[in-house]
C-alpha cells in the first residue's frame, strides 16, 4: 500500500512555510535539503519539515496540500503547534 505525504517545511528561523505533497517522503526530503538557489526552497534554505500528514489516496493528498496552500499563517502555524509544538526536524523520525 502506497502513503502519499502532504507536508510543510519552514526555515531556520520560520519566516517561510512552504507546502508541498509527495509519495516518496524521504527522497523529497534529500532534494529539498541540496536544492539550489535557483529554486523556492533553495533561495530562502527552506528544508526543515515540521508537519506531515498521510493519507493512501493521492486525490485526498492533492486537495489537502491545495487546502492547506490557501489558509493564512496563522491557521497554518495552529496546525504545526498541534502536532509539533517545539517546531523539531521531523524528518529525523521517518
Keep these: 500500500m502506497d502513503l502519499y505525504?502532504?507536508?510543510?517545511?519552514t526555515n531556520q528561523n520560520h519566516s517561510v512555510l512552504y507546502i508541498g505533497r509527495t509519495k516518496q517522503i524521504k527522497v523529497r526530503l534529500r532534494q529539498h535539503k541540496n536544492n539550489s538557489i535557483k529554486t523556492f526552497t533553495g533561495r530562502y534554505n527552506v528544508n526543515k519539515l515540521i508537519y506531515f500528514e498521510t493519507t493512501i489516496y493521492v486525490n485526498n493528498a492533492i486537495k489537502r496540500?491545495?487546502?492547506?496552500?490557501?489558509?493564512?499563517?496563522?491557521?497554518?502555524?495552529?496546525l504545526i503547534n498541534d502536532?509539533?509544538?517545539d517546531w523539531n526536524d521531523l524528518s529525523e523520525v521517518l
Design 5 to 9: 505525504y502532504v507536508y510543510i517545511l
Design 65 to 78: 496540500e491545495r487546502q492547506l496552500k490557501k489558509w493564512n499563517r496563522e491557521w497554518k502555524v495552529n
Design 83 to 85: 502536532m509539533n509544538p
